[in-house]
């Protein structure tokens, strides 16, 4: 069963701080993957979007790394801001054009 | 600015009625998406319609209905049947018809309608 799991599930860190975030996948056939970013009852806004060659993508603070042969992504967040809590979301295409989405990763940022 | 609307923002809704909600996109996306989001949960599509006049069953699609008249337009019709409509509904547009989750298709979001059953 194709499958996105995410975590931690939430996750409070202190404003200027790193952290990253696990997404691991068991999807095949795999096309490619890609991180949301979900304000509280907002939309999700896409962040980064990697395919199979692809190890690292950045956007701004955001670095996303992709580990096909294990499986794993992460979503690493340098200098973390009060607007950087959100919810973030991890999906996955599999090559015959279906979308499995993470139950993502809820962020909060304290000043 | 281009973007998605979505409206209303709240609704409420008697058990046994219908509602709809509205979907109104000025990228000129050829596709839309419906899907449904519930606390804990991924994201769940419900329809898509690549094209005007043509639309798709998602994997929930029982007790919901769509329409596709207009390119700008994709209006859910929540019915009686759907069991438990509670959620936060989100309505999504592309720019590709046919290849639409390839890896350069990019979702933009509407900021979503949150439906509570009373």
């Known amino acids: 069963k194709n499958q996105v799991e995410q975590s931690p599930q939430s996750l409070i860190i202190l404003e200027g701080k790193n952290c990253t975030l696990q997404?691991?996948?068991?999807?095949?056939?795999?096309?490619?993957l890609r991180w949301y970013k979900q304000d509280t009852g907002r939309g999700p806004v896409s962040l980064t979007i990697?395919?199979?060659s692809e190890n690292t993508k950045s956007n701004g603070r955001y670095t996303a790394t992709l580990d096909a042969d294990t499986k794993q992504s992460s979503l690493h967040i340098t200098a973390s801001q009060l607007s950087d809590s959100a919810s973030y979301i991890c999906?996955?295409?599999?090559?015959?054009?279906?979308?499995?989405w993470g139950a993502g990763t809820k962020l909060i940022i304290k000043p | 600015d281009g973007g998605i609307t979505q409206s209303p923002k709240y609704l409420f809704r008697k058990e046994g009625q219908n509602v709809t909600l509205s979907c109104e996109q000025n990228?000129?996306?050829?596709?839309m998406y419906w899907y449904r989001q519930d606390p804990g949960q991924g994201l769940r599509l419900i329809y898509y319609?690549?094209?005007?006049?043509?639309?798709q069953k998602g994997d929930i699609a029982e007790g919901y209905s769509v329409s596709r008249e207009k390119k700008e337009s994709f209006p859910l019709t929540v019915t009686s049947a759907q069991k438990n409509p509670t959620a936060f509904y989100l309505c999504a547009s592309s720019i590709p018809g046919s290849d639409f989750h390839s890896g350069a298709n990019v979702l933009t979001f509407g900021a979503g309608s949150r439906l509570t059953v009373l």
């Open positions: 990228l000129n996306h050829d596709a």
């Open positions: 997404c691991n996948y068991t999807v095949s056939p795999f096309s490619n």
């Open positions: 319609s690549q094209i005007v006049n043509d639309f």
């Open positions: 990697m395919t199979f």
């Open positions: 999906v996955v295409s599999a090559s015959n054009y279906q979308l499995i």
